[in-house]
């Protein structure tokens, strides 16, 4: 790893710092009473719902803790799902069973679960274990993503997720993330899930790095990540860009699974996105920021508009 | 921009609003900036012995109010079974007992604290007389007079101003260079005091008699010694027939002026007044505590609450300190911590039990909860009562550990009790919630990263001047507040990003 960098020369490369991201995009972009909308994943759902986004399809949704029961009878009809808390922020608490065994649960990782570790889960969830401010919860249970084909063996046992950083509902900033078998299946950079920076006009990858360094091969299969290339990009920028049409939050990230049946489908929307996906990038996000800051444009345009000026300017910053 | 604006404007005048009430409090309390400075301090007690006849009692006792070179901070008044109160008869202030019926022998006691002379910053002199003094005639004997007059003209010769006058008078009839004349004088059976009083009166300086206490420490039955104080037309000055003029009187308190007598006693007989004193070195914060109980910033000062109160308040009005450290360690260096103000209230407990002790009392307890913690997850319960749960086992595990402590002769072990319940079940908590989802890895991180900003922002607290600083001065706050204020506004990057991003350096 390299030595330290100074300011100086982090201000050149237009890194975005987290004080910066704080005050000067989040706080003045991002209202307080929206919040909910993201920090929510039962109210993110049914917005999208709403506005007719593609999202994985919703099976169960429980609030309280006597629901716990009658909801596991269901789940056993049941081959495969994903239970995660509503309210739960950075991929906490969020189980992917993908078969079963018998009468245990098979999760991704391979490890059987009994109706007893799912039930205490599920009430551990519902008491607000993982939820932002602690308090009571509730347990989403939806369908699995199925893995793209093109995906195969770029990913250690979960599905890659594209994280699209939104401004004022221009797409800024893309990347691909594949979990490993570091980040024991966990789509998070910092546990060591792979990010891969993916460029703005067609998403190919750009560039990629593993816990803070460069890589060029995935660290588990060994495939080559510079042949990347996201298909359907132009829909899955369009169904970033509507995001902030559909919640009005200035600066957003917004995470796009692609199911091998359904194509491009919302998975779920964060109001403090990390910095993590310049790394990923190797570019700041600061002179992509300020172009479209710059921008003053009446009547506000569609976002198939923004998209285009995305792809068309913001990729050659 | 807008709001940046307002909000340097609001830390300007938080700066200058603290730290102006702060140079006011000094000027005007002359509390200390730094702790430790101490100053003297007389406490006298004034005791009233009589045998009262069976019937009603009143006392009167003169106490001082205005006394050059030393300031009453404080009195007060003990006996059983008397009305007491002050009053003032004539420029003369009184401390008065009465008593419907009293026999027997009685015993008054009054005693008032002074501080010292290098303390004192001059208050207002006291009241100008509506009269001016005048000399008042004098009679000498047939054989005195001529003496006197020698007296008078030799010192008038040697002298410009009653001042001087008084003081080559005064030398007269000091030991070593007393005169022929002096002496004839004194031969009469009478005192310097009077006879000196005489001849300045004679000499055309007004004088008055004044009942002065010599201040050393640790003394009993002390009685007051009169003195003389002259008027040199603008003040008056006390003066010492054995010592000469006296300007700073040192070790001298002048308990009594003039008028009335030092004590009168209606309805008892025998009556005797005698002092005894003591000498104190108290810190000066104190003290300025002590002596402005009226002003303005007393009122607003902690200091009028119970001791008990303040106590907690000296602990309160740390946390302005501890908050801003988290807020720089947070911000300006982006260390991570388990909760954000945690580091506080962990550092808080640390002043209590001293640093180290503290240290590893408690990890050693939330190392055993994360233990406990971990086989309570196994046993399917609901987060609430987990929690619960890991706090009653954890008092367990302290009150073990204290004991085991004691009786090892380990008072260490005791101190562990200092953390509030709440704050230790709450880490364990949290920490091991990070533990299962985060993996260990990042329970070092925020762990270590709060217990690093908890002994950061214990060592500030800790330091003596500081604690000072921010009880006496708790406006000084204010300029913490300013300074959180302009570190909330800081866009920059943090000191840990400068390594995060560090792999930057060779993207394209």
Redesign the interface.
């Known amino acids: 790893?390299?030595?330290?960098?100074?300011?100086r020369?982090?201000r050149e490369?237009g890194?975005l710092?987290?004080?910066?991201r704080n005050?000067?995009y989040i706080g003045r972009y991002n209202r307080r009473q929206l919040y909910p909308l993201v920090d929510n994943k039962l109210k993110t759902k049914l917005l999208a719902r709403d506005y007719d986004l593609p999202v994985p399809t919703l099976r169960l949704a429980l609030s309280q803790?006597h629901a716990v029961d009658p909801a596991l009878d269901t789940l056993d009809h049941l081959d495969g799902f994903a239970m995660k808390p509503a309210k739960g922020s950075g991929g906490?608490?969020i189980w992917v069973i993908t078969g079963r065994r018998g009468d245990a649960f098979l999760k991704s990782s391979g490890a059987e679960l009994s109706r007893?570790e799912l039930?205490?889960h599920m009430?551990?969830t519902l008491?607000?274990?993982?939820s932002l401010g602690g308090g009571t919860d509730s347990v989403i249970i939806e369908d699995l993503i199925r893995l793209a084909p093109r995906f195969e063996g770029l990913s250690h046992e979960g599905v890659p997720d594209i994280r699209v950083i939104v401004f004022r509902g221009y797409p800024v900033m893309a990347m691909l993330r594949l979990a490993t078998h570091a980040s024991?299946g966990k789509a998070n950079l910092h546990?060591g899930a792979v990010g891969v920076g993916l460029t703005l006009d067609e998403g190919r990858c750009a560039?990629a790095?593993q816990m803070?360094?460069?890589i060029t091969h995935h660290p588990d299969t060994g495939l080559p990540l510079d042949a990347i290339a996201i298909e359907a990009w132009q829909e899955i920028l369009e169904l970033a860009a509507y995001c902030y049409d559909v919640t009005g939050l200035g600066y957003l990230g917004t995470d796009i699974v692609i199911d091998r049946d359904r194509g491009p489908m919302l998975l779920e929307l964060n109001a403090r996105p990390g910095l993590a996906i310049?790394?990923a990038n190797?570019?700041?996000l600061l002179p992509r920021l300020k172009a479209v800051e710059r921008l003053r444009e009446r009547p506000r345009p569609s976002h198939q508009e923004r998209v285009r000026f995305s792809v068309e300017t913001l990729s050659r910053l | 921009m807008n709001s940046r604006a307002t909000v340097a404007f609001i830390v300007a005048v938080l700066c200058l609003a603290g730290l102006s009430v702060a140079l006011l409090r000094h000027a005007q309390t002359g509390i200390p900036w730094l702790p430790g400075e101490r100053t003297t301090v007389w406490l006298i007690e004034a005791r009233i012995d009589f045998v009262a006849l069976d019937g009603p009692v009143t006392a009167s006792l003169s106490i001082p109010e205005q006394v050059p070179g030393y300031r009453m901070v404080d009195e007060q008044a003990a006996s059983a079974g008397y009305g007491f109160s002050v009053v003032q008869v004539d420029n003369d202030r009184r401390a008065e007992w009465t008593r419907r019926d009293a026999s027997g022998a009685q015993s008054l006691y009054f005693s008032a604290t002074f501080l010292g002379a290098d303390f004192v910053t001059m208050g207002p002199q006291e009241e100008q007389a509506d009269i001016e003094p005048r000399a008042e005639p004098v009679f000498w004997g047939d054989a005195d007079i001529t003496a006197a007059s020698a007296l008078i003209a030799e010192a008038r010769g040697k002298s410009s101003d009653p001042r001087s006058l008084a003081r080559e008078l005064a030398r007269g009839f000091q030991d070593g260079s007393q005169t022929q004349n002096a002496a004839l004088l004194l031969a009469r059976d009478e005192s310097p005091v009077t006879v000196l009083r005489k001849l300045l009166n004679d000499a055309d300086v007004p004088t008055r008699e004044v009942q002065t206490l010599r201040l050393e420490d640790a003394r009993r039955r002390q009685s007051l010694e009169p003195l003389l104080e002259i008027y040199d037309g603008e003040e008056w000055i006390l003066l010492d027939p054995a010592l000469g003029l006296i300007d700073a009187p040192e070790d001298l308190l002048l308990w009594h002026r003039g008028g009335r007598s030092v004590l009168d006693v209606t309805g008892g007989t025998q009556s005797r007044l005698s002092f005894s004193m003591i000498r104190q070195s108290v810190s000066a914060a104190q003290l300025a505590t002590e002596r402005d109980k009226d002003s303005l910033f007393a009122l607003i000062g902690v200091h009028r609450l119970p001791i008990e109160e303040q106590s907690m308040f000296k602990l309160l009005l740390l946390l302005p300190l501890g908050a801003t450290v988290v807020v720089f360690c947070r911000?300006l260096l982006?260390l991570q911590t388990a909760g954000t103000f945690m580091p506080v209230l962990i550092a808080l407990v640390f002043l209590q039990t001293a640093l180290l002790p503290g240290l590893i009392a408690f990890v050693s307890v939330v190392i055993l909860g994360l233990l406990m913690r971990g086989y309570l997850s196994h046993l399917?319960l609901?987060?609430?009562a987990r929690i619960a749960a890991l706090i009653v086992l954890v008092i367990f595990v302290i009150s073990v550990l204290s004991i085991i402590g004691y009786q090892l002769g380990i008072s260490t072990g005791m101190i562990i009790t200092f953390f509030p319940m709440i704050i230790i079940a709450w880490t364990i908590e949290r920490l091991s919630?990070l533990w299962e989802?985060?993996?260990p890895r990042d329970v070092l991180i925020q762990g270590g990263g709060s217990m690093l900003v908890a002994v950061l922002a214990y060592l500030p607290m800790q330091s003596s001047t500081v604690q000072h600083l921010s009880f006496n001065f708790p406006e000084l706050n204010l300029v913490l507040l300013a300074g959180i204020m302009a570190m909330g506004?800081?866009?920059?990057?943090?000191l840990s990003?400068?390594?995060?991003?560090?792999?930057?350096?060779?993207?394209?």
């Open positions: 790893m390299s030595a330290w960098l100074p300011p020369r982090l490369l890194m710092g987290m004080n910066a005050l000067e803790q906490k608490g007893d039930r205490r009430s551990n008491a607000g274990l993982y024991d546990q560039h790095v803070g360094k460069r310049q790394m190797g570019r700041g | 911000v982006g399917n609901l987060l609430v919630i989802e985060e993996g506004q800081y866009t920059g990057y943090k990003e400068l390594g995060r991003f560090s792999a930057m350096d060779d993207a394209p």
